[in-house]
Nanobody, 121 residues
Framework: QVQLVESGGGSVQAGGSLRLSCVRS????????MAWFRRIPGMEREGVAT???????NYAASAKGRFTISRNAAQNILYLFMSNLKPEDTGMYYC???????????????WGQGTQVTVSS
């Protein structure tokens, strides 16, 4: 079993920045893929960024150039740094772990409870 706990969400004005954190605990896995998803009101859950156990990254078009996924492997923490935030980035952000490098939510087995991000204009 794996537990994921997100933090770092909050309310910011457009153009601002936030850094989300996800602390992982539980069973060790040498091969895993971690990702950030978000659920914007009225829309399907969307993959934002993903990172493989080798450090490869991939981003949704909406996130490229503004968001950066990274991790502290020693402390089992996954980060999402978000800059130049826009009101349309408002939503619940989730950390996830799975067995495939993908932005498709079906590839992920473990999910955190989410952290809310609100961007005002």
């Amino acid at each position: 079993q794996v537990q994921l706990v997100e933090s770092g969400g909050g309310s910011v004005q457009a153009g601002g920045s936030l850094r989300l954190s996800c602390v992982r605990s539980g069973d060790y896995s040498a091969v895993n893929y971690m990702a950030w998803f978000r659920r914007i009101p009225g829309m399907e859950r969307e993959g934002v960024a993903t990172m493989s156990y080798l450090g490869n990254t991939n981003y949704a078009a909406s996130a490229k150039g503004r968001f950066t996924i990274s991790r502290n492997a020693a402390q089992n923490i996954l980060y999402l740094f978000m800059s130049n935030l826009k009101p349309e980035d408002t939503g619940m952000y989730y950390c996830a772990e799975g067995s495939t490098w993908s932005l498709d939510a079906r590839a992920y087995h473990y999910w955190g409870q989410g952290t809310q991000v609100t961007v005002s204009s």
